[in-house]
């Protein structure tokens, strides 16, 4: 069994903006094909296969993401988040699989393994995948094992790999470990037994500055782990709905519609991977629509975003104490997304931010009328 602490690094990092992503239906089957070319009956020509890989590829990077994206038994396809490697595993049932890595629609290398491929991911200049109850991590750049197999009392259900190197393993036990491949050590150890079963997570990650993992549920609701704690903090109900501090108030928020429930969780997963201008864009979606529909609703986020009281608004705790680990900064965002988002109607509330913000946070701002429902 592979130590936590003999881990080394390997090949170049690259900048990561995880999301799930599937092949189409061509894209699959025309790799099918190159990766299996005895089942046809003729041999593919390398050009060949380089054309078809690149038209595949041209589809699958308008998604982007670096998850498994084909769920099928036989088949399974990872891609970078870069887009530039993409990696497909080939189970051939008792013959075991191969592997076939890609950069920018070439082949590059290939890598056989005596059992079939259940999770695959690829990302920070390093390819993971489960094999049974093993775990190997190859380099993506030359297909070499980089270390001995990691072995599991309990199978991988979900293998993640970031830009950083940080490697995150759910089992099916519901425990997750992450790995710094680059320092090396185990970072964190963990369990989500009491929370959910691994068939219910849809999304595993990491926060690239601590690699505290997070998961994000199919029922939509989004669980993040804190180290200094060894606790799991609830972020987004079944509901879909932040789990702001409730609001005392005889005016009852009226029902959101889903889409805009789940810009809410994608806000939460945008602050806990640190991605600035994906924050922004949900924020901004969220201010548009609460201004017109629910000033209530907007005033808590705003509380939270300040951490402090605005009106019977109180702040969330948890992200008042999560910006600051980050480069966003509660005011400006107040500042410069919230207020000019407010209309007529949100007088009242202008009026509180304005009291609550900090007095050297700039000139008194007018927040301009919305010019479209949103």
């Given at each position: 069994m592979t130590s936590e602490t003999d881990l080394a690094p390997e090949c170049k990092r690259q900048?990561?903006?995880?999301?799930?992503?599937?092949?189409?239906?061509?894209?699959?089957q025309a790799l099918e094909e190159s990766l299996a070319p005895e089942q046809t009956g003729k041999q593919i020509a390398p050009t060949v296969l380089c054309v078809m890989a690149e038209e595949s590829f041209a589809n699958l990077k308008q998604l982007g993401g670096a998850r498994a994206?084909?769920?099928?038994?036989?088949r399974i396809w990872a891609s970078d988040s870069e887009g530039t490697w993409e990696i497909w595993a080939q189970n051939t049932g008792s013959t075991g699989a191969t592997l076939r890595a890609l950069r920018s629609g070439q082949v590059i290398w290939e890598h056989v393994v005596q059992d079939n491929v259940q999770t695959l991911a690829v990302?920070?200049?390093?390819?993971?995948?489960?094999?049974?109850?093993?775990?190997?991590?190859?380099s993506v750049g030359?297909?070499?094992?980089?270390l001995p197999p990691f072995v599991f009392v309990s199978t991988p259900a979900l293998v993640e790999l970031s830009v950083e190197g940080y490697l995150a393993v759910l089992t099916q036990d519901s425990s997750i470990k992450v790995w710094d491949l680059n320092s090396p050590a185990?970072?964190?150890?963990?369990?989500?037994?009491?929370?959910?079963?691994?068939?219910?997570?849809?999304?595993?990650?990491?926060?690239?500055?601590?690699?505290?993992?997070?998961?994000?549920?199919?029922?939509?609701?989004?669980?993040?782990?804190?180290?200094?704690?060894?606790?799991?903090?609830?972020?987004?109900g079944p509901d879909g709905k932040a789990a702001l501090p409730p609001v005392v108030s005889d005016q009852r928020s009226p029902p959101q519609p889903v889409?805009?429930?789940?810009?809410?969780?994608?806000?939460?997963?945008?602050l806990c991977l640190g991605d600035v201008e994906d924050f922004e864009t949900a924020l901004d979606t969220l201010a548009r629509y609460y201004a017109k529909n629910d000033a209530q609703r907007l005033r808590g986020w705003c509380a939270s975003l300040l951490g402090r009281a605005v009106g019977s608004s109180q702040a969330w705790d948890w992200l008042a104490a999560e910006l600051p680990r980050t480069s966003l900064e509660g005011a400006r965002l107040v500042r410069e997304v919230i207020l000019p988002a407010l209309s007529a109607r949100t007088d009242d509330l202008r009026s509180d931010l304005e009291a609550a913000l900090p007095r050297d946070s700039g000139a008194k701002i007018v927040g301009a009328a919305l010019q479209e429902e949103y």
């Amino acid at each position: 069994m592979t130590s936590e602490t003999d881990l080394a690094p390997e090949c170049k990092r690259q900048r990561a903006t995880p999301s799930d992503i599937s092949a189409s239906a061509e894209a699959s089957q025309a790799l099918e094909e190159s990766l299996a070319p005895e089942q046809t009956g003729k041999q593919i020509a390398p050009t060949v296969l380089c054309v078809m890989a690149e038209e595949s590829f041209a589809n699958l990077k308008q998604l982007g993401g670096a998850r498994a994206g084909d769920s099928s038994v036989d088949r399974i396809w990872a891609s970078d988040s870069e887009g530039t490697w993409e990696i497909w595993a080939q189970n051939t049932g008792s013959t075991g699989a191969t592997l076939r890595a890609l950069r920018s629609g070439q082949v590059i290398w290939e890598h056989v393994v005596q059992d079939n491929v259940q999770t695959l991911a690829v990302d920070g200049g390093f390819v993971a995948f489960s094999a049974g109850s093993e775990l190997q991590i190859l380099s993506v750049g030359a297909g070499r094992l980089l270390l001995p197999p990691f072995v599991f009392v309990s199978t991988p259900a979900l293998v993640e790999l970031s830009v950083e190197g940080y490697l995150a393993v759910l089992t099916q036990d519901s425990s997750i470990k992450v790995w710094d491949l680059n320092s090396p050590a185990c970072k964190v150890t963990t369990s989500l037994k009491h929370h959910c079963e691994p068939g219910e997570v849809e999304l595993l990650s990491v926060k690239p500055k601590t690699a505290e993992p997070f998961v994000r549920l199919k029922d939509r609701q989004l669980l993040c782990f804190h180290e200094g704690l060894k606790q799991w903090f609830q972020l987004v109900g079944p509901d879909g709905k932040a789990a702001l501090p409730p609001v005392v108030s005889d005016q009852r928020s009226p029902p959101q519609p889903v889409e805009l429930m789940r810009v809410e969780g994608d806000l939460l997963v945008a602050l806990c991977l640190g991605d600035v201008e994906d924050f922004e864009t949900a924020l901004d979606t969220l201010a548009r629509y609460y201004a017109k529909n629910d000033a209530q609703r907007l005033r808590g986020w705003c509380a939270s975003l300040l951490g402090r009281a605005v009106g019977s608004s109180q702040a969330w705790d948890w992200l008042a104490a999560e910006l600051p680990r980050t480069s966003l900064e509660g005011a400006r965002l107040v500042r410069e997304v919230i207020l000019p988002a407010l209309s007529a109607r949100t007088d009242d509330l202008r009026s509180d931010l304005e009291a609550a913000l900090p007095r050297d946070s700039g000139a008194k701002i007018v927040g301009a009328a919305l010019q479209e429902e949103y």
